[in-house]
């Protein structure tokens, strides 16, 4: 991978921060305050907002070990024992955010319920299901990686 590559995706990631940094800064304490006089969605909305700033703990930390990814692949060294760390991290890390969303199903449940409005129930279940995906994809690029690095060792012990 040529480094104009990963000079993108080190943008995407950059891109990335900074619109989830946005929602958290401007989008939720508005929803914060426009749900405060609402003694039945208060409760439950401020529910998903906590863990929606939660979630944005694992979500910097895999974002930080993204870049970390990227930089290796920058100075040859992708094939190492800190990627396949990076990676490791990454899978926690989806699995963190995808159990901060499993903790916060319930709100969505009682919201969709009360407003009849199963969409609100599918939109929590899409978060959880994309977290997950991207926590089988980690998982399965560190243990291809991981067999890559074995093999490689070897190969290189081979005369």
């Known amino acids: 991978m040529s ?5 993108f995706l080190k943008f995407v990631l950059i891109v990335l921060a900074l619109a ?3 929602i958290c800064v ?7 305050r426009g749900v405060a006089d609402d003694e039945v969605f208060g409760g439950w909305v401020r529910g998903i907002i906590i863990g929606m700033y939660v979630s944005g703990i694992p979500f910097y930390y895999a974002l930080y070990q993204s870049f ?5 692949i920058d100075r040859n060294n992708a094939f190492s024992d800190q990627a ?3 990676l490791r991290m990454i899978k ?3 699995l963190a955010v995808s159990a901060v969303y499993t903790a916060t199903m319930p709100f969505f449940f009682l919201i ?3 407003d009849d409005a199963p969409g609100v129930i599918v939109i929590g279940m899409t978060v959880i299901f994309a977290s997950f995906v ?3 994809f980690a998982y399965v690029l560190q243990k291809l990686l991981r067999n890559a690095i074995d093999i490689k060792i070897e190969n290189d012990l081979t005369v």
């Not at 401007?26 to 914060?32: G, K, R, S």
């Not at 970390?68 to 290796?72: A, M, Q, R, S, V």
């Open 134 to 136: 991207v926590a089988v």
């Open 26 to 32: 401007f989008a939720l304490p508005a929803l914060w």
């Open 20 to 22: 989830v940094l946005a």
């Open 112 to 114: 969709g319920e009360y």
């Open 92 to 94: 926690f890390s989806a």
């Open 84 to 86: 396949v760390k990076a």
């Open 68 to 72: 970390k990814l990227l930089n290796l």
């Open 3 to 7: 480094k104009s590559s990963t000079m």
